[in-house]
């Protein structure tokens, strides 16, 4: 019995020290948990998992599909249950926490040359943490505005383009001008403010997050900070020219009214021409406008979707192998025509399906040169900031419940408690 008892246990310590996800004799088996959510992205996706498999009999990919709704909870259960998916898509800006804490391989010295010198620096940054990089920018989505066409030019208002776009100061002049009984100039969907307010804030030259020379971030609402949300403000509470009705609406929402003629313009991320495509009505005329500029131009931020590798994965090599077949060139212009989406790569942005006037596509790519890092990309503690301080903050202040001061003193004051629980 004694035998036999340490033959079984012998056997169980090898059985620990295989490699999980090769069968003995058989392929590596990479598992990929992908959030494409719309049927166009799903598919191309899928579609590519089969091509590799099809050509890379040695390293097996299996699609797991995953949720946006849940993905932060969802990874970090994984991550501690040590059953996290190999190559992981996720959002730049929500990496930091995973990667600070050790949950994602760092990528660098695995990343070939081709993929890290056709994707920009600025690309690259939103994925930097300290002196790793823990995923892989690829897609991109610019925010926009999304215009009633016969609206504009009824009431004969200048057709911004990006080369000479509307300041903050006449994006509000012109909602007012396109306002009327029953009828507003603009509808903001801010169910989410934060992303929306601090990645259009980086063109009037607001940062809100300031490094010190230590390392640590503290919170500092400047002038720059305020030019976004005053705009809202005062096109809800003093123009009338926007309703407060949709201030905590998601963007699909907005889009009955919007096709109702209730709403002339919406400020949207660039997918969602994808959903106006598909329910517009018939005859129903419809822009691309870029997003109002302010003393930076029309910079803003963006949280690029990234691929990331998780630290506990047994075959690193094999799964960066396959990050850099689903973004070759030529695969990342099928990825964003199938998410509605920009990519970060130089060569895959040249692609001339992604510069047509047809549904704005022209429009989107001649903004990628000014996307810059959202401002949050690489702040500890960011997720547990945006849900308990400035969402509510954002919230109130839009709703008219506390004023510019009080919006101030609730990011800065509750907002730095929070982070210097992150950064002792």
Same mark, same amino acid.
């Given at each position: 019995?004694?035998?036999?008892?340490?033959?079984?246990?012998?056997?169980?310590?090898?059985?620990?020290?295989?490699?999980?996800?090769?069968?003995?004799?058989?392929?590596?088996?990479?598992?990929?948990?992908?959030?494409?959510?719309?049927?166009?992205?799903?598919?191309?996706?899928?579609?590519?998992?089969?091509?590799?498999?099809?050509?890379?009999?040695?390293?097996?990919?299996?699609?797991?599909?995953?949720?946006?709704?849940?993905?932060?909870?969802?990874?970090?259960?994984?991550?501690?249950?040590?059953?996290?998916?190999?190559?992981?898509?996720?959002?730049?800006?929500?990496?930091?926490?995973?990667?600070?804490? +050790?949950?994602?391989?760092? *990528?660098? =010295?695995?990343?070939?040359? #081709?993929?890290?010198?056709?994707?920009?620096?600025? %690309?690259? @940054?939103?994925?930097?943490?300290?002196?790793?990089?823990?995923?892989?920018?690829?897609?991109?989505?610019?925010?926009?505005?999304?215009?009633?066409?016969?609206?504009?030019?009824?009431?004969?208002?200048?057709?911004?383009?990006?080369?000479?776009?509307?300041?903050?100061?006449?994006?509000?002049?012109?909602?007012?001008?396109?306002?009327?009984?029953?009828?507003?100039?603009?509808?903001?969907?801010?169910?989410?403010?934060?992303?929306?307010?601090?990645?259009?804030?980086?063109?009037?030259?607001?940062?809100?997050?300031?490094?010190?020379?230590?390392?640590?971030?503290?919170?500092?609402?400047?002038?720059?900070?305020?030019?976004?949300?005053?705009?809202?403000?005062?096109?809800?509470?003093?123009?009338?020219?926007?309703?407060?009705?949709?201030?905590?609406? +998601?963007?699909?929402?907005? *889009?009955? =009214?919007?096709?109702?003629? #209730?709403?002339?313009?919406?400020?949207?991320?660039? %997918?969602? @021409?994808?959903?106006?495509?598909?329910?517009?009505?018939?005859?129903?005329?419809?822009?691309?406008?870029?997003?109002?500029?302010?003393?930076?131009?029309?910079?803003?931020?963006?949280?690029?979707?990234?691929?990331?590798?998780?630290?506990?994965?047994?075959?690193?090599?094999?799964?960066?192998?396959?990050?850099?077949?689903?973004?070759?060139?030529?695969?990342?212009?099928?990825?964003?025509?199938?998410?509605?989406?920009?990519?970060?790569?130089?060569?895959?942005?040249?692609?001339?399906?992604?510069?047509?006037?047809?549904?704005?596509?022209?429009?989107?790519?001649?903004?990628?040169?000014?996307?810059?890092?959202?401002?949050?990309?690489?702040?500890?503690?960011?997720?547990?900031?945006?849900?308990?301080?400035?969402?509510?903050?954002?919230?109130?202040?839009?709703?008219?419940?506390?004023?510019?001061?009080?919006?101030?003193? #609730?990011?800065?004051?509750?907002?730095?408690?929070?982070?210097? @629980?992150?950064?002792?």
């Amino acid at each position: 019995m004694r035998t036999l008892a340490k033959a079984l246990a012998l056997l169980l310590l090898l059985a620990g020290c295989s490699s999980p996800g090769r069968r003995d004799g058989g392929p590596v088996t990479l598992r990929f948990q992908s959030l494409a959510w719309q049927q166009e992205s799903v598919a191309a996706n899928k579609e590519l998992v089969r091509e590799w498999n099809a050509t890379h009999p040695d390293v097996r990919v299996e699609y797991v599909q995953g949720s946006w709704d849940s993905v932060h909870d969802q990874l970090l259960t994984s991550f501690e249950g040590g059953e996290a998916p190999d190559v992981i898509h996720d959002a730049s800006d929500d990496l930091a926490d995973f990667a600070y804490g +050790g949950y994602l391989a760092d *990528l660098t =010295g695995l990343l070939p040359a #081709r993929l890290t010198s056709d994707i920009p620096r600025s %690309s690259w @940054r939103t994925a930097t943490f300290g002196p790793g990089v823990y995923g892989v920018p690829y897609l991109q989505e610019p925010r926009v505005l999304i215009a009633n066409t016969d609206r504009l030019r009824a009431a004969r208002v200048r057709i911004p383009t990006p080369g000479h776009p509307w300041t903050w100061a006449e994006f509000r002049d012109v909602a007012k001008r396109l306002s009327g009984p029953g009828e507003y100039g603009v509808a903001w969907p801010l169910k989410e403010p934060v992303s929306a307010t601090l990645n259009l804030s980086l063109s009037a030259g607001g940062q809100l997050f300031h490094r010190g020379a230590d390392g640590k971030v503290t919170v500092r609402f400047t002038d720059g900070d305020a030019v976004v949300p005053r705009t809202v403000h005062d096109q809800v509470a003093v123009d009338h020219s926007a309703p407060a009705s949709t201030l905590g609406s +998601g963007g699909s929402d907005t *889009l009955p =009214g919007f096709f109702a003629g #209730r709403y002339a313009m919406v400020p949207l991320g660039f %997918s969602y @021409r994808q959903q106006i495509v598909q329910q517009a009505p018939e005859g129903f005329r419809w822009t691309v406008l870029p997003a109002p500029a302010g003393a930076d131009g029309l910079t803003q931020g963006v949280s690029p979707q990234t691929l990331s590798v998780s630290a506990d994965c047994p075959h690193k090599k094999e799964a960066v192998a396959f990050i850099d077949y689903l973004l070759r060139p030529r695969n990342m212009v099928r990825l964003a025509l199938g998410d509605w989406l920009l990519p970060t790569g130089a060569r895959a942005l040249k692609d001339p399906a992604l510069h047509t006037a047809e549904n704005g596509w022209a429009t989107g790519t001649a903004l990628a040169a000014r996307l810059r890092p959202a401002p949050a990309q690489s702040v500890r503690g960011y997720p547990e900031w945006k849900d308990k301080v400035a969402t509510p903050a954002y919230q109130a202040y839009y709703s008219g419940a506390i004023g510019l001061d009080g919006l101030r003193e #609730r990011l800065e004051r509750d907002g730095n408690l929070v982070l210097a @629980r992150y950064q002792r």
